[in-house]
């Protein structure tokens, strides 16, 4: 219930931050509410990691964040661990597994993890208030007021953990960015991260292959990344196409070395083993039939390897292992994993969150320019710099 009660933090969304962060400060004594427009808390936490929940990342460390300011995070990462979480999880008896690259993922379900963290803010009596759409909010004489409906709370501290706007059908939006910017914060423009890319013109002929699935390395700008790219019916997806969605601007192009494994000179070498060979029989064999034949149908090469002369094939080599798309967009918000860019880090401490001419007011998790990569990152940086918030409200 909303009440003008003597809390002691109001914090704005219950979301992965901001239940970490109410349930930290709850149990450090602070009295504190939990407002969220949502009829159920943790909405993002339960499709997560395909119901599972990709709660961290082993692997965490600044460099895998996407930032304006690529140090802001160090701080927070560094004094909240992977560690430390998978402590609070197993204290909970969750069972879960590594699956790769470091991703640790719920044995059971996500609904785990929202129960653990209601569990964390029954057990600092904590108060959560959901679906309060919030009207108003009002800073005066060191204090803010927070309105939905006819119904008001204040506090000395207001924490933004409404996150950004990936997802809208589970609730989200830019409120966040209204309210920073309310208070005088910069934003970072936002754009959909971790997020399909789609293909327009005479690309489209491989949306013919949608469905299908390889390993490759693919590479937007400097950052590369190796894992499945998928050919979907819209363009390109996969978690190597999502990572590097990341770093993609529009009008930039992606690379693709669908034969990362190869050795350079493999394609000759092939014409000297199996000289009746064609490409695509070659491909065929390293890859699956449907890409092996519209990749070799691209090159234009169907000849029997011994009539193709060593400089065509290793034209061939050259464009395999670096094979040039031109995204035409992303699918979007709709289908965007995290929002990249938010409220500039130029105006919030990294060791506390707080926002540095604002006394009283943080901002944490998605709604911070601050973006993790695929694999449990982000939720690392939820757990990081709620815990940032909530040791220093």
Same mark, same amino acid.
């Given at each position: 219930?909303?009440?003008?009660?003597?809390?002691?933090?109001?914090?704005?969304?219950?979301?992965?931050?901001?239940?970490?962060?109410?349930?930290?400060?709850?149990? !450090?004594?602070?009295?504190?509410?939990?407002?969220?427009?949502?009829?159920?808390?943790?909405?993002?936490?339960?499709?997560?990691?395909?119901? +599972?929940?990709?709660?961290?990342?082993?692997?965490?460390?600044?460099?895998?964040?996407?930032?304006?300011?690529?140090?802001?995070?160090?701080? #927070?990462?560094?004094?909240?661990?992977?560690?430390?979480?998978?402590?609070?999880?197993?204290?909970?008896?969750?069972?879960?597994?590594?699956?790769?690259?470091?991703?640790?993922?719920?044995?059971?379900?996500?609904?785990?993890? &929202?129960?653990?963290?209601? /569990?964390?803010?029954?057990?600092?009596? &904590?108060?959560?208030?959901?679906?309060? =759409?919030?009207?108003?909010?009002?800073? =005066?004489?060191? %204090?803010?007021?927070?309105?939905?409906?006819?119904?008001?709370?204040?506090?000395?501290?207001?924490?933004?953990?409404?996150?950004?706007?990936?997802?809208?059908?589970?609730? #989200?939006?830019?409120?966040?960015?209204?309210?920073?910017?309310?208070?005088? @914060?910069?934003? &970072?423009?936002? +754009?959909?991260?971790? &997020?399909?890319?789609?293909?327009?013109?005479?690309?489209?002929?491989? !949306?013919?292959?949608?469905?299908?699935?390889?390993?490759?390395?693919? !590479?937007?700008?400097?950052?590369?990344? %190796?894992?499945?790219?998928?050919?979907?019916?819209?363009?390109?997806?996969?978690?190597?196409?999502?990572?590097?969605? $990341?770093?993609?601007?529009?009008?930039?192009?992606?690379?693709?070395?669908?034969?990362?494994?190869?050795?350079?000179?493999?394609?000759?070498?092939?014409? %000297?083993?199996?000289? *009746?060979?064609?490409? +695509?029989?070659?491909?065929?064999?390293?890859?699956? /039939?449907? @890409?092996?034949?519209?990749?070799?149908? %691209?090159?234009?090469?169907?000849? *029997?390897?011994?009539?193709?002369?060593?400089?065509?094939?290793?034209?061939?080599?050259? *464009? @395999?292992?670096?094979?040039?798309?031109?995204?035409?967009?992303?699918?979007?918000?709709?289908?965007?994993?995290?929002?990249?860019?938010?409220?500039?880090?130029?105006?919030?401490?990294?060791?506390?969150?707080?926002? +540095?001419?604002?006394?009283?007011?943080?901002?944490?998790?998605?709604?911070?320019?601050?973006?993790?990569?695929?694999?449990?990152?982000?939720?690392?940086? #939820?757990?990081? $710099?709620?815990?940032?918030?909530?040791?220093?409200?």
């Amino acid at each position: 219930m909303l009440s003008p009660s003597p809390f002691d933090a109001i914090i704005l969304g219950a979301g992965a931050a901001g239940l970490f962060c109410a349930a930290i400060a709850g149990q !450090r004594g602070k009295q504190v509410l939990v407002i969220d427009h949502a009829d159920a808390p943790g909405k993002k936490i339960l499709i997560s990691g395909g119901g +599972r929940c990709n709660f961290t990342n082993i692997h965490t460390q600044a460099d895998r964040y996407l930032s304006a300011n690529p140090h802001f995070a160090k701080s #927070a990462l560094g004094r909240y661990s992977p560690q430390d979480f998978i402590n609070l999880v197993d204290a909970h008896g969750i069972a879960w597994h590594e699956k790769t690259l470091g991703q640790l993922f719920c044995d059971g379900s996500a609904k785990q993890i &929202v129960a653990m963290l209601l /569990d964390e803010c029954d057990k600092g009596g &904590v108060t959560i208030a959901l679906g309060h =759409a919030i009207r108003v909010v009002e800073h =005066a004489d060191g %204090r803010y007021r927070v309105s939905c409906g006819d119904r008001s709370a204040e506090a000395p501290a207001l924490v933004i953990a409404t996150g950004g706007p990936s997802i809208p059908k589970m609730g #989200a939006t830019g409120f966040a960015y209204d309210l920073a910017r309310q208070f005088g @914060l910069k934003v &970072v423009e936002p +754009r959909p991260a971790l &997020v399909p890319l789609t293909l327009g013109g005479d690309e489209t002929l491989f !949306r013919s292959l949608s469905g299908v699935a390889t390993d490759v390395v693919a !590479r937007a700008g400097k950052a590369l990344f %190796r894992e499945a790219a998928l050919f979907t019916h819209k363009g390109l997806s996969g978690p190597a196409i999502l990572q590097v969605s $990341s770093y993609w601007r529009h009008g930039e192009p992606v690379a693709i070395n669908f034969l990362p494994d190869a050795a350079p000179g493999w394609l000759t070498q092939a014409k %000297r083993q199996q000289p *009746r060979a064609t490409l +695509r029989s070659t491909l065929g064999a390293m890859l699956p /039939d449907r @890409l092996a034949a519209t990749l070799s149908d %691209r090159i234009g090469g169907d000849a *029997r390897l011994a009539d193709t002369p060593d400089r065509v094939l290793g034209e061939a080599e050259r *464009r @395999l292992s670096s094979w040039t798309f031109h995204p035409n967009g992303t699918e979007g918000y709709a289908k965007a994993e995290v929002t990249a860019g938010g409220i500039s880090t130029d105006g919030l401490s990294s060791q506390t969150m707080e926002a +540095r001419k604002v006394p009283g007011l943080y901002a944490i998790g998605e709604a911070v320019d601050v973006t993790g990569w695929l694999g449990g990152y982000n939720f690392q940086w #939820a757990w990081a $710099s709620g815990h940032a918030a909530a040791a220093a409200i």
